[in-house]
C-alpha cells in the first residue's frame, strides 16, 4: 500500500521561507508523476509544481519563488519555498502516481503553510 506523508508547513512571515517535504513509501514500481498541490479555503485545489515524465512545471504565480526536487533513492519530494507572500496560504499536499498504480494517485494528509503580511 502506497503511503505518502508530507511535512514542513508552518507560520512564516511574508518573504520568508519554508522547505516541504514529501515522503512516499510502499513502491512497487516506477513512479509516474510526484507534485504539490495546494487548497486555500472556498478555492479549488491548484497544481503548484510537479516533476513528471522527466519534465518539471510550475504554475505561474511561483515561477522564480519556489523549486521542486526529488531525491529518487529516497522516494521523497521537496518544495523549497521562498519569498513567501499571503496568497501563498493555503494547504499543500503532494500526489504520486506510480506505474501500474491508481490512475488518480496517492495522496498525503496535506501541511498547513500560513503566510502572514
Known amino acids: 500500500q502506497v503511503q505518502v506523508v508530507e511535512s514542513g508547513g508552518g507560520l512564516v512571515q511574508a518573504g520568508g521561507s519554508l522547505r516541504l517535504s514529501c515522503a512516499a513509501s510502499g513502491i512497487r514500481s516506477s513512479i509516474d508523476h510526484m507534485g504539490w498541490y495546494r487548497q486555500a479555503p472556498g478555492k479549488q485545489r491548484e497544481l503548484v509544481a510537479a516533476i513528471s515524465g522527466g519534465s518539471t512545471v510550475y504554475v505561474n504565480s511561483v515561477k522564480g519563488r519556489f523549486t521542486i526536487s526529488r531525491d529518487n533513492a529516497k522516494n521523497t519530494l521537496y518544495l523549497q519555498m521562498n519569498s513567501l507572500i499571503p496568497e501563498d496560504t493555503a494547504a499543500y499536499y503532494c500526489?504520486?502516481?506510480?506505474?501500474?498504480?491508481?490512475?488518480?494517485?496517492?495522496w498525503g494528509q496535506g501541511t498547513q503553510v500560513t503566510v502572514s503580511s
Open positions: 500526489n504520486v502516481r506510480v506505474h501500474f498504480g491508481r490512475p488518480e494517485g496517492y
